[in-house]
């Protein structure tokens, strides 16, 4: 490398910039992995949590189904009765996706 002049950048040579670029290239790389590794987590957590919240849900129908206990009102109740329904039903336009797929 070349000493750095008073009010001057310092001035790579052309290994110099080469080795640079190569060493941002492979901290991209790793960068880019471990960005897919975090999406991957993030879509693994999501998942947990639906299948906690649904298993939720299902509680709060059990327990509302006990005439001796009602936990919840009746709106909570029937809101979470739509939701279980709306998670467990497949839309029409992936129903057909899924069967035209099988033809």
């Given at each position: 490398?070349?000493?750095?002049?008073?009010?001057?950048?310092?001035?790579?040579?052309?290994?110099?910039?080469?080795?640079?670029?190569?060493?941002?290239?492979?901290?991209?790389?790793?960068?880019?992995k471990?960005?897919?590794q975090?999406?991957?987590?993030?879509?693994?957590?999501r998942?947990?949590?639906?299948?906690?919240?649904?298993?939720?849900?299902?509680?709060?129908?059990?327990?509302?189904?006990?005439?001796?206990?009602?936990?919840?009102?009746?709106?909570?109740?029937?809101?979470?009765?739509?939701?279980?329904?709306?998670?467990?039903?497949?839309?029409?336009?992936?129903?057909?996706?899924?069967?035209?797929?099988?033809?």
């Amino acid at each position: 490398m070349q000493p750095v002049q008073h009010g001057q950048p310092q001035k790579l040579s052309y290994e110099e910039l080469n080795q640079a670029c190569a060493e941002m290239s492979q901290q991209i790389q790793q960068q880019n992995k471990y960005i897919q590794q975090l999406h991957k987590e993030i879509h693994e957590m999501r998942f947990i949590l639906q299948n906690k919240r649904m298993e939720y849900l299902f509680k709060v129908v059990e327990l509302q189904g006990r005439r001796d206990a009602l936990a919840f009102d009746n709106d909570f109740y029937f809101a979470c009765i739509k939701e279980i329904q709306e998670s467990l039903t497949i839309p029409e336009d992936e129903g057909k996706k899924v069967e035209s797929k099988e033809d």
